[in-house]
């Protein structure tokens, strides 16, 4: 029996679309730098431990993928990662989001006294980041550890600091996301309220 080279062989996803050829780019849809997800006002939030933060092997896929995310999704495409001063030095081009809706939700955070930082990720794509600093957020732990106990019943041991950072983290990414929500349904009212005037 002859062998196959594995590129010559055909795959299920391609024996079931025939006619589509997967080297066509649009096919997939057009990549417009976030023009088609600003009309749509669709948002994506990518939220890791390793964004801007060298860690392990997630961080080279964030870097490795940042610049084709970037080119389709533009200013609409955010990554949220925990503020570390040393690689936010030589990784991150601190600025002030252009967005608006996006410096209000930072803001609103800042005046409960956390830092957020925003800035763009020196890498392929520029992606937008925002950036957490946790130790300003450790004056809520006892607070969500609480909340989680309550809600779930998962325990987490006062002196263990990566579960304690991860807590900490996960908590300020969800107070910011609640945020900008919410402020997408108002704007979101108030147009259709200006429409229908």
Same mark, same amino acid.
């Given at each position: 029996?002859?062998?196959?080279?594995? /590129?010559?062989?055909?795959?299920?996803?391609?024996? /079931?679309?025939? =006619?589509?050829?997967?080297?066509?780019?649009? =096919?997939?849809?057009?990549?417009?730098?976030?023009?088609?997800?600003?009309?749509?006002?669709?948002w994506v939030f990518e939220v890791a431990w390793e964004v801007a933060n060298k860690v392990g092997g997630i961080y080279t896929?964030?870097?490795?993928?940042?610049?084709?995310? $970037?080119?389709?999704?533009?200013?609409?495409?955010?990554?949220?990662?925990?503020?570390?001063?040393? $690689?936010?030095? $030589?990784?991150?081009?601190?600025?002030?989001?252009?967005?608006?809706?996006?410096?209000? =939700?930072?803001?609103?955070?800042?005046?409960?006294?956390?830092?957020?930082?925003?800035?763009?990720?020196?890498?392929?794509?520029?992606?937008?980041?925002?950036?957490?600093?946790?130790?300003?957020? =450790?004056?809520?732990?006892?607070?969500?550890?609480?909340?989680?106990?309550?809600?779930?019943?998962?325990?987490?041991?006062?002196?263990d600091k990566e579960s304690n950072d991860a807590t900490i983290f996960g908590n300020l990414c969800a107070w910011f996301l /609640?945020?900008?929500?919410?402020?997408?349904?108002r704007s979101k009212k108030s147009d259709q309220q200006n429409h229908t005037i």
């Amino acid at each position: 029996m002859a062998s196959v080279h594995r /590129s010559q062989r055909l795959t299920r996803i391609q024996k /079931s679309l025939p =006619a589509l050829r997967l080297d066509d780019i649009q =096919a997939f849809g057009e990549m417009d730098h976030g023009l088609t997800a600003k009309e749509e006002n669709r948002w994506v939030f990518e939220v890791a431990w390793e964004v801007a933060n060298k860690v392990g092997g997630i961080y080279t896929v964030l870097r490795s993928k940042a610049g084709v995310t $970037t080119e389709e999704l533009g200013d609409q495409y955010y990554m949220l990662g925990p503020y570390n001063e040393t $690689t936010v030095r $030589t990784e991150v081009e601190v600025g002030e989001p252009e967005d608006e809706l996006i410096r209000k =939700a930072m803001e609103k955070m800042s005046l409960q006294g956390i830092k957020v930082v925003y800035g763009r990720w020196l890498i392929d794509g520029s992606p937008n980041v925002i950036l957490f600093d946790i130790g300003t957020g =450790a004056k809520f732990l006892e607070n969500w550890k609480n909340e989680l106990w309550d809600l779930a019943h998962i325990g987490i041991p006062w002196h263990d600091k990566e579960s304690n950072d991860a807590t900490i983290f996960g908590n300020l990414c969800a107070w910011f996301l /609640s945020d900008v929500s919410i402020m997408l349904i108002r704007s979101k009212k108030s147009d259709q309220q200006n429409h229908t005037i």
